[in-house]
Nanobody
Framework: QVQLVESGGGLVQAGGSLKLSCRNVGGGLMVRHMAWYRQAPGKQRELVTAFTEAGDLILADHAKGRFTASRDNDGRTMYLQMNDLSPDDTAVYYC??????????WGQGTQVTVAS
């Protein structure tokens, strides 16, 4: 089965960058159309970016112009490159399938903290 592990989070100053990784460490096959989500304290989980089945990348408004995602050819790892970070980006970041798809079990996420 697919087992998702997110990593790469940390503490960064406003305006800085981070690159997150999402890796399938289980034996199952992870679909290519994966997504990144985030959940800030006291808020609901929200979509950050998602690949469509056609391979296009959809970005939430808050991510446009700053974030991008990519995937390894091995089909096991996805990345989220985040630039020009602001304190509003502080959240736990998760990967999973897009909102209209059956989700895998959620991983533990990776904490991103942006200091002003």
């Amino acid at each position: 089965q697919v087992q998702l592990v997110e990593s790469g989070g940390g503490l960064v100053q406003a305006g800085g960058s981070l690159k997150l990784s999402c890796r399938n460490v289980g034996g199952g096959l992870m679909v290519r159309h994966m997504a990144w989500y985030r959940q800030a304290p006291g808020k609901q989980r929200e979509l950050v970016t998602a690949f469509t089945e056609a391979g296009d990348l959809i970005l939430a408004d808050h991510a446009k112009g700053r974030f991008t995602a990519s995937r390894d050819n091995d089909g096991r790892t996805m990345y989220l490159q985040m630039n020009d970070l602001s304190p509003d980006d502080t959240a736990v970041y998760y990967c999973n399938t897009p909102p209209d798809y059956q989700h895998y079990a959620w991983g533990q996420g990776t904490q991103v903290t942006v200091a002003s």
